[in-house]
């Protein structure tokens, strides 16, 4: 089946196959049709409780590391839509499976190792999709085999363009998709840059226009 990807804003991303599936949403129209939101960690730009009611529906199934997990519960999700997640998880699903990949930063203090977030590699129809969350090329990124990745580039907070890059050309997937610039740091030439620097077997769509 073929899928289709939309990066709204920052790393806020909706795939659209056999399922509807969010990733960090943030500022979406009151659409309540997503089957799996899927959030990395709890900074602002990634989790907004606003976006989330605005999607869900009475059987959405959450994803989500454990200090988010009383927000949810106190806006009415109820505890059994809620998978709590952590590093190195595998989940099976009908509809897919899903792996967590640890995402931190290695030299700032923003995304800590300790803190447990994630990135997400779902097996979903038939493509293996690599979400990294907010992290720069860490090791355990580097290992991760896809076939379409999503991954920031907008530096400061995560890995730059340059990073990104070199992770990109690592992993090698048929597609990359980057995300996290154009509106708290990064911009539209980060993108084109980061483009100019991936091999060329790899196909780079640039979702974000801001």
């Known amino acids: 089946m073929k899928i289709k990807i939309t ?6 991303i909706k795939i659209e196959g056999s399922k509807i599936i969010y990733f960090d949403p943030l500022d979406y129209p009151a659409l309540h049709d997503a089957d799996y939101i899927f959030i990395t ?10 976006a989330i009611l605005e999607l869900r529906k009475e059987d959405t199934l959450f994803f989500t590391t454990k200090d988010i997990v009383e927000e949810l519960l106190n806006v ?7 998978y709590v997640v952590k590093p ?20 700032s203090k923003h995304h800590p190792k300790s803190a447990n977030w994630v990135g997400y590699l779902i097996n979903f129809d038939g493509l293996k999709i ?7 090329a860490t090791s355990e990124a580097k290992k991760v085999k896809c076939d379409i990745l999503l991954l920031p580039i907008g530096g400061t907070y995560t890995m730059d363009y340059q990073e990104a890059a070199m992770l990109t050309n690592t992993i090698n997937p048929i597609k990359v998709i980057p995300t996290h610039y154009g509106y708290v740091v990064g911009s539209i030439n980060d993108a084109k840059n980061f483009k100019k620097l991936i091999n060329k077997n790899i196909k780079c769509e ?3 226009r801001k």
């Open 76 to 82: 009415g999700i109820p505890e059994e839509n809620i």
């Open 88 to 107: 190195d998880l595998t989940i099976a699903l009908k509809s897919m499976e899903i792996n967590t990949i640890k995402a931190y930063n290695l030299k």
């Open 206 to 208: 640039l979702l974000i």
């Open 130 to 136: 690599y979400v990294t969350g907010d992290c720069d």
């Open 7 to 12: 990066v709204n804003k920052q790393s806020s």
């Open 41 to 50: 960690h709890p900074h602002w730009d990634h989790f907004s409780l606003v």
